[in-house]
């Protein structure tokens, strides 16, 4: 299975950012991790090797970046209105640096996005934000009402970043159009403790007659990676 680390200073967020890229072809998918989690979590974690077979058959490459969490939404060091502005500086690393490294190799490809948990917001934000180029997400145990980590603070960005607060208002027909080509997948475990959030998305989704697969798995699956390594074998 290929397998490539990759650094560079980010003129987006002013440090060093990492990412391992797996896989020679294939669906491009960017991996994002936990709750300020790093960029080799998923390789860690058991998840890399759940879908090693579809990597080294070409079916499949995924994109496993760095979170800055620490820096924006779990920083409570900071104002939030800081918190966000470093979301936003994210964003901007992903889309103008991360991006073309994926498309340098799969030119003019889209994107799918995935994610665990935190990640699974982060997978969301990402591709709602931006349907032309990320045509697919799945998001694992979910976690998508984020109001708490802004103590109060609200803003237009705050906003366009919080899906379950913009979608019920999405009347744009340029973003719903791409929205309901794409194909979004979301899961969770029964026992999950963001099983709620994930039924509440879904539901959001289809009132804006946005396809959306929603699955709870049985058998007792939880917010683990357990759950999440048959999750992934199952949709990717």
């Known amino acids: ?66 979170s800055v969490d620490a820096e924006s939404w779990y920083n409570h060091g900071v104002a939030p209105r800081q918190r966000i502005a470093r979301h936003l500086q994210y964003e901007q690393y992903l889309m103008q640096e991360v991006l073309p490294a994926i498309r340098h190799g799969n030119r003019g490809a889209n994107v799918a996005a995935i994610g665990c948990s935190f990640g699974g917001y982060h997978a969301i934000d990402i591709a709602l934000r931006h349907p032309d180029i990320f045509n697919a997400f799945l ?17 237009e960005d705050c906003y366009f970043h919080l899906p379950m607060h913009y979608l019920p208002n999405m009347h744009d027909p340029w973003y719903l159009d791409h929205y309901r080509r794409n194909t979004y997948v979301l899961a969770a475990g029964v026992h999950d403790m963001c099983r709620n959030e994930n039924e509440r998305m879904a539901q959001i989704l289809r009132d804006k007659q946005i396809p959306c697969r929603l699955d709870i798995w049985e058998d007792d699956a939880g917010h683990d990676w357990s759950s999440w390594q048959k999750m992934i074998q199952t949709y990717l």
């Open 1 to 66: 299975m290929k397998r490539e680390y990759h650094k560079w200073f980010s003129p987006s967020l002013e440090r060093d950012m990492e990412m391992l890229a797996f896989g020679h072809a294939g669906m491009p998918t960017l991996v994002f991790p936990t709750s300020c989690g790093r960029f080799f979590e998923f390789e860690d974690r058991g998840m890399v090797d759940a879908v090693r077979d579809k990597l080294e058959q070409g079916h499949l490459q995924l994109f496993c970046v760095d």
């Open 139 to 155: 998001s694992m145990g979910g976690a998508f009402e984020l109001s708490s980590f802004l103590s109060g603070y609200y803003d």
